[in-house]
């Protein structure tokens, strides 16, 4: 029931409207009839970013192609919806140093759809939408989110994201899509 709790308050929590993570995590335990102490709740914040970044798995061929990106002197982003743990653990990861901007949502103060979020990518890179190659597997309902702001749009439709936590999936995409994100290079050039 505790992991209920948290997938209920998902966009609640990775907008920032909950509050601070400890807070919000004593109260979902307070909820399902726990009492935590400060020291537990300490803990727990730890806890959850260290179990976030073991579960993070970057497709095998997103070094290369970002890598690729950079050559091409094109500029990049993440625009993730997420709570505090990936902005805490967000720079260890092997595609870090190889994209210029991040715009998580925790941070932000707003989740995909909503224009902020991609707003904010965008002023970061200093590139206007219109300008932008957005690719996502559909979750939160940001491709549409992104299209809406006039970047183009790519559906990253990987066999394996059939059983990847989304929430709000965008399964009706008409627009294009790829099998896997070697196939994004021809989208830039």
């Known amino acids: 029931m505790f992991f209920q709790a948290l997938d209920r308050t998902f966009y609640a929590r990775a907008s920032g409207r909950c509050g601070p993570p400890g807070e919000v995590l004593r109260r ?40 690729a990106i950079r050559t091409l002197g094109l500029r990049t982003a993440v625009v993730s919806d997420c709570w505090y743990e990936l902005p805490a653990f967000f720079s260890r990861l092997a595609v870090a140093p190889l994209l210029d901007a991040r715009a998580f949502s925790y941070t932000v103060g707003h989740c995909k759809p909503h224009p902020r979020i991609y707003q904010a990518a965008c002023g970061l890179l200093s590139v206007p939408p219109a300008r932008c190659l957005y690719i996502g597997d559909g979750g939160s309902r940001e491709l549409s989110g992104a299209r809406r702001l006039g970047m183009t749009v790519v559906r990253l439709a990987a066999e394996d994201l059939g059983s990847h936590l989304t929430f709000d999936a965008e399964r009706e995409w008409d627009g294009a899509c790829v099998g896997d994100l070697t196939q994004l290079l021809p989208h830039l050039v």
Not at 46 to 66: F, K
Request: net charge negative; no cysteine.
């Open 28 to 67: 979902i335990a307070e909820e399902q009839g726990g009492q935590p102490d400060r020291p537990a709740l300490i803990r727990a914040v730890i806890a959850r970013i260290d179990a976030v970044e073991r579960d993070v798995r970057l497709r095998p061929e997103a070094v290369p192609v970002l890598s």
